[in-house]
């Protein structure tokens, strides 16, 4: 199973960017879809996340009112449309697919994870 993100990049603040994520080898269509960072010297930590269906969406509060997530099952696919980037969502963001198929911001319900992409933001 591999999960592939991309859409990374530098930016400066204010910016937009978009994270594209495909899965291959397997479907998950029917299970919730998430997207994680790891900051430099941070642990990592859920930025948010999708329902099966796209029905329930949840967001880190320090990311709400500025990402989205969205997802295509047709095309085995999750998205993260980052607005109005800030020099602290700098970070190497993940996506990953979990085990059960509602929405969740644990980590320890994702089952796969994809390698990351970096996303640096300058002030």
């Known amino acids: 199973v591999q999960l592939q993100a991309s859409g990374g990049g530098l930016v400066q603040a204010g910016a937009s960017l978009r994270l594209s994520c495909v899965a291959s080898?397997?479907?998950?269509?029917?299970?919730?879809m998430g997207w994680f960072r790891r900051a430099p010297g941070k642990e990592r930590e859920a930025v948010a996340s999708?329902?099966?269906?796209?029905?329930?969406?949840l967001y880190a509060d320090s990311v709400r009112g500025r990402f989205t997530i969205s997802r295509d099952n047709a095309k085995n696919a999750v998205s993260l449309q980052m607005n109005n980037l800030k020099s602290e969502d700098t970070a190497v963001y993940f996506c990953?697919?979990?085990?059960?198929?509602?929405?969740?911001?644990?980590?320890?319900?994702?089952?796969?994870w994809g390698q990351g992409t970096q996303v640096t933001v300058s002030s």
């Open positions: 999708i329902h099966w269906n796209g029905g329930l969406r």
């Open positions: 990953a697919a979990a085990r059960r198929s509602i929405a969740t911001m644990s980590g320890s319900e994702y089952a796969y």
């Open positions: 080898r397997r479907t998950f269509t029917n299970n919730a």
